[in-house]
């Protein structure tokens, strides 16, 4: 399992993750329609500003598709599949995607990004049934940025759209900072600096929804985590729910720019099964969306331009701690963040509650209901447990 569990859902209503494997990325060559070398902008829905879900067509079929980082091959959903009529052939994993838990596999797969075509992918069918549920979003496919090493990609994140370009043409933009690009183990790798130590590879996660992961391969070398407060959240991704310690980082120093106050998840070396210590951890989408991003992956470079007021602008952090399953009469409470406001005010995993600050689950959508966590600190909310007694909590920070 990858550990990018801040990554493919922020699902803590925060964090989730994709599979990692160490093998060799298969290679698809892209095409574009009719002589074009771009697709022009294509907008795309920048759900909860964590996750980039961009238009697609697969074999025909309309579907939203999830970028995703360290995928050699993509990821379907089970029941996806299964709708648009394609199925596994047989029950073996293939040489590519070996270490992907033994999944089945769907060859010849096509998929359409307005006129750029990826044909004859294979994909790993995956149950991502659970992780939609939490995350409130369908999930149909993961693609990895593997499939696009042939192409550049451009990300403005503020318009919310993305163009895939042949690189060729590519020219560095007035404004912007080269970063190099390298590759390891099916990762690509951008240097980035935190707490003013030196610069290390972190991989350049567009399917992290967290802002930092940092491996313990790095944190405990260079004493990442010593002075600060700590605590828990509940990263979910496509091998399940785990809890990971966070703490906030005082300074991160990326292509250029040094920014403040980065809530950063640390990941124990037991999570990381066969990724190298030279990788030193995931720096993700909140970060990254500072940024208006040329990927050119054919030439092993970034190009990224910040947009103005970054250095204003502050990372949300959970002054909660309270991560709850909506259900149809209610909600449950699934975690509890240790030294949290929840924890505080009494809060067990388990408990029930009818209530959120006098709506009921049908009146939340899991965006809002996540959102809470957000709110300044001294914020109130009232939650309504079963049996009718009021809780209040007061937010506040505690990592």
């Known amino acids: 399992m990858k550990i990018s569990f801040a990554a493919v859902l922020f699902l803590a209503?925060?964090?989730?993750?994709?599979?990692?494997?160490?093998?060799?990325?298969?290679?698809?060559?892209?095409?574009?329609?009719?002589?074009?070398t771009s697709t022009g902008w294509i907008d795309f829905d920048f759900y909860d500003e964590k996750h980039i879900f961009v238009p697609a067509k697969v074999n025909g079929h309309d579907a939203a598709v999830l970028l995703a980082t360290g995928l050699p091959v993509p990821d379907i959903d089970r029941a996806f599949a299964a709708a648009i009529g394609v199925e596994p052939k047989d029950n073996l994993a293939s040489s590519a995607q070996a270490e992907h838990d033994g999944a089945p596999t769907i060859h010849g797969l096509q998929i359409q990004i307005g006129n750029l075509s990826l044909p004859d992918l294979s994909a790993s069918v995956v149950d991502f049934s659970a992780l939609a549920k939490h995350m409130g979003h369908s999930l149909p496919l993961l693609i990895g940025d593997d499939s696009f090493d042939d192409l550049a990609l451009e990300i403005d994140f503020a318009h919310h759209r993305i163009a895939f370009r042949d690189p060729a043409s590519l020219a560095k933009p007035n404004g912007a900072v080269e970063v190099p690009?390298?590759?390891e183990h099916d990762e690509h790798l951008v240097s980035v600096s935190l707490e003013g130590a030196p610069s290390a590879e972190f991989e350049l996660g567009l399917g992290n929804s967290g802002e930092m992961l940092v491996y313990e391969s790095y944190y405990q070398i260079h004493k990442v985590l010593e002075g600060k407060r700590s605590s828990q959240r509940l990263a979910a991704g496509t091998g399940g729910f785990v809890p990971e310690t966070v703490a906030t980082l005082n300074h991160i120093k990326f292509a250029g720019i040094e920014l403040s106050s980065i809530p950063a998840a640390f990941i124990p070396t037991s999570l990381t099964p066969g990724v190298p210590s030279s990788i030193s951890g995931d720096i993700g989408l909140p970060v990254l969306a500072r940024f208006h991003m040329i990927i050119d992956y054919a030439h092993n470079r970034l190009y990224a331009i910040p947009y103005p007021g970054i250095l204003r602008?502050?990372?949300?952090?959970?002054?909660?701690?309270l991560t709850l399953d909506k259900?149809?009469?209610?909600?449950?409470?699934?975690?509890?963040?240790?030294?949290?406001?929840?924890?505080?005010?009494?809060?067990?995993?388990?408990?029930?509650?009818?209530?959120?600050?006098?709506?009921?689950?049908?009146?939340?959508?899991?965006?809002?209901?996540?959102?809470?966590?957000?709110r300044p600190s001294g914020s109130n909310l009232a939650f309504t447990m079963e049996g009718g007694i009021l809780r209040h909590v007061k937010l506040a920070d505690y990592f």
């Open 13 to 36: 209503l925060s964090s989730g993750s994709t599979s990692n494997s160490t093998g060799s990325a298969p290679v698809h060559k892209a095409i574009f329609a009719a002589g074009a």
């Open 181 to 183: 690009l390298t590759r």
């Open 327 to 374: 259900q149809d009469s209610g909600f449950e409470v699934r975690f509890v963040a240790p030294h949290s406001p929840a924890e505080l005010a009494g809060f067990k995993v388990g408990a029930r509650i009818t209530l959120v600050s006098g709506r009921s689950a049908r009146d939340w959508t899991e965006t809002a209901l996540g959102d809470l966590r957000y």
């Open 313 to 321: 602008k502050p990372f949300p952090k959970d002054r909660l701690g």
